[in-house]
């Protein structure tokens, strides 16, 4: 049997799953994870929420409504290796190692981290290091951690996220070429083809934002918050423009492509607003009411979530504590004797 690929990604402990995160992300690595032909770990990175979070409630919270999430839509734990980034030491042991192999000037060209300066600078500020913290300067270090550990070679990300790739490629062979072919060079997976839902106002869907449908909200407020998706002020029997719609995107993400047609030809025919989101609600409700009672009823079980994250931790850990036990020794650091 050929080994595997191991894709990697991880989930950010700092909010609830909407839908624009599961149309982009969820879905499509849920949808890998019956691939035998790939290995997937996916993780929640609660070290990195602490870097945008400071609330340990939120990050607690989060932390398990993101596990129950992957669940209940029937993430393929069989294959998939599932685990809380916390729960595998091994991680903030390596970024340490990385640390010290990484160029300071590397982490000085940093999206986030000149984001981050931008703004103070922007505001006038004297200091431009105001607020920064060094878990932001350092991040792209635990995140190529992360990913060196498993050996992954394909990271799944948004395009946000790929100057943290080729941080990670950098550090990589930065560190084989001082101690030894110990990492892999990963590589980003940018898809395409998935599509991005715009949120309540209009905007691209983002927690940033504050224009998110929760993934699992509750019926009710379901409908409502799909009650105040902005649209135009044309009048039923007036020809639509599906494309330009957020009504449309939504519907588009989870429909079939006979449905997306059949309802492009009905803006076409002049669709009035009140239908369309009465239709938008009634189709979303249908698709998310089974897995919806699934992620319910495993809120009410923490200890399932906690069970299989333990398991995920173990299977994690089959490869992270050889590697770095391999990668401690290259460094010098190791028994004295015997
Ligand atoms: N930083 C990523 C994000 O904000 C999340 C993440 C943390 C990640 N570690 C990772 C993604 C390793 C891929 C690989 O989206």
Request: charged share 25%.
């Amino acid at each position: 049997m050929t080994a595997s690929t191991i894709v990697l990604t991880g989930i950010t402990t700092t909010g609830t799953p909407h839908l624009g995160n599961y149309v982009g992300a969820i879905r499509p690595a849920i949808e890998a994870s019956h691939d035998r032909n790939v290995l997937p770990f996916y993780f929640l990175a609660d070290y990195h929420a602490l870097i945008k979070c400071q609330e340990p409630e939120r990050v607690r919270q989060s932390t398990l409504e993101i596990a129950a999430t992957w669940l209940a839509l029937g993430l393929d734990t069989a294959n998939a290796v599932f685990y809380r980034q916390s729960d595998v030491p091994e991680i903030a042991e390596l970024a340490w190692l990385l640390n010290c192999v990484t160029a300071k000037g590397l982490m000085n060209r940093a999206h986030a981290y000149k984001a981050a300066v931008q703004a103070n600078e922007d505001s006038g500020e004297t200091d431009p290091d105001k607020g920064i913290t060094m878990g932001l300067f350092n991040y792209p270090v635990l995140m190529a951690a992360d990913i060196l550990l498993f050996r992954a070679r394909r990271v799944p990300v948004g395009k946000d996220q790929i100057q943290h790739i080729e941080m990670a490629r950098d550090i990589a062979g930065r560190f084989n070429h001082l101690y030894g072919e110990h990492f892999v060079l990963p590589e980003a997976v940018v898809s395409e083809d998935t599509a991005t839902l715009c949120g309540l106002d209009g905007r691209k869907m983002s927690k940033s934002y504050d224009n998110t449908i929760p993934l699992f909200a509750p019926e009710k407020t379901l409908r409502k918050l799909v009650m105040k998706i902005k649209t135009n002020s044309l009048q039923p029997g007036e020809p639509k423009d599906a494309e330009t719609c957020s009504l449309f995107g939504i519907y588009r993400a989870f429909a079939t492509r006979q449905e997306t047609e059949a309802l492009r030809a009905d803006y076409a025919a002049g669709i009035g607003w009140g239908d369309m989101k009465n239709r938008l609600f009634e189709y979303l409700n249908d698709h998310l009411a089974a897995p919806r009672e699934r992620y319910e009823a495993l809120l009410q079980a923490p200890e399932k979530i906690e069970a299989a994250l333990q398991d995920g931790a173990i299977r994690a850990r089959t490869h992270s504590v050889p590697l770095m036990q391999a990668v401690r020794a290259s460094v010098g650091i190791r028994p004295l004797a015997g």
